[in-house]
Structures are given as C-alpha cells and as structure tokens.
C-alpha cells in the first residue's frame, strides 16, 4: 500500500512540473473568469503568445507575454507568476516589461504588477491602466534600484518603493 501511494505523489510530481504548477502563481482582477480558469501554462516560462524577449538581472529573469509574468527568482530558486491582460504591441517592448536587482516590472492594461526581491512576491496595483502612449514611453514607466513609478492613463504616477508600497504622487 505504501508503494502505490509513493509511486501516486510521483505520478503526481511529474504532472505539475510538467504543467508548469510549481510557479507561484497569482490573478490580477484582469485575469479573472472562466478563460482563465481554463488556461493552464505549458511550462513555468508559458506567459502566452506572443511573448516579448526575457530579460535578466543578476537577481532575476523575467518573463513577460500576452498571459502575463513570471519571475525566476535566484535568491528562493523559485519561479512567481503574476496572470495579467498584458500590453504586448512591439513599440511598448522594453517599457512595460522592465527588471533590475531589485524590481520586476509587469504593466498590463489595467492593473500593474512589480516583483520585489526583498519580498520575494508580485505587489499588484490593481484597476490602474498604465499611460502606453508611445511618445511618452520612458517617462510613463520608470524602474531604478530604489522605486518603481508609473504613469496611470489620463491620471497621476504612482510609484513604488519596497518600505511604503504603491502610492499616488
């Protein structure tokens, strides 16, 4: 009996690799409902099609596509997807989809999430729809060592930094 259950938690091990499950894994308000509830990734990095160039740090990888993000977090060796509509038209490339040592940056159409290292976690700004207005690309989306700040469409930048969290400037 103790054979068939080790060899059951195997079976089951091998699928959620397979799967991608071992990603920590959260829904942002705009990855809720029954198209969501159906996807499941191919594989830890599966952030949907099309999917931008992953970027790395000497902390971090980030992942960034149509599903959303994931982080492969060195420090944990751990993967930590955020599921979000993202922003995924090749001129916000770059922008949108930022990482250094300390943050991760995954804007997507209606909520923006960044990835804290000294956390370990995705931090979700929810129902802000970030400024992607080409032009203003590298003043809308801002990462540096100390915060993360954002411009919110037709409204104020909000800016994170790891002690305060998201706040509206």
């Known amino acids: ?32 409902g029954p198209q969501w509830d159906a996807w499941s990734p191919r594989a830890t990095t599966d952030v949907g099609n099309p999917m931008f160039k992953a ?3 000497k902390t971090m990888d980030l992942y960034y596509g149509f599903r959303g993000g994931v982080v492969f977090d060195r420090s ?25 040592d300390a943050f991760a940056l995954a804007a997507g159409l209606h909520d923006i999430a960044v990835y804290d290292f000294s956390k370990h976690r995705w931090v979700v700004l929810e129902r802000v729809t970030p400024d992607d207005s080409t032009g203003m ?7 540096t060592p100390e915060f993360v700040q954002v411009k919110q469409l037709n409204g104020p930048f909000w800016k994170y930094t790891s002690a305060a969290g998201w706040k509206r400037q």
């Open 1 to 32: 009996m103790r054979n068939v259950i080790l060899f059951c938690v195997a079976i089951v091990s091998v699928l959620f690799m397979a799967t991608g499950a071992f990603a920590g894994d959260i829904s942002a308000p705009s990855a809720r």
């Open 55 to 57: 970027l790395s740090s």
């Open 76 to 100: 944990t060796n751990k993967w930590e997807r955020i599921r979000m509509v993202t922003i995924t038209r090749s001129a916000v490339q770059g922008h949108v989809n930022q990482v250094n």
């Open 137 to 143: 690309l590298s003043k809308s989306f801002v990462v």
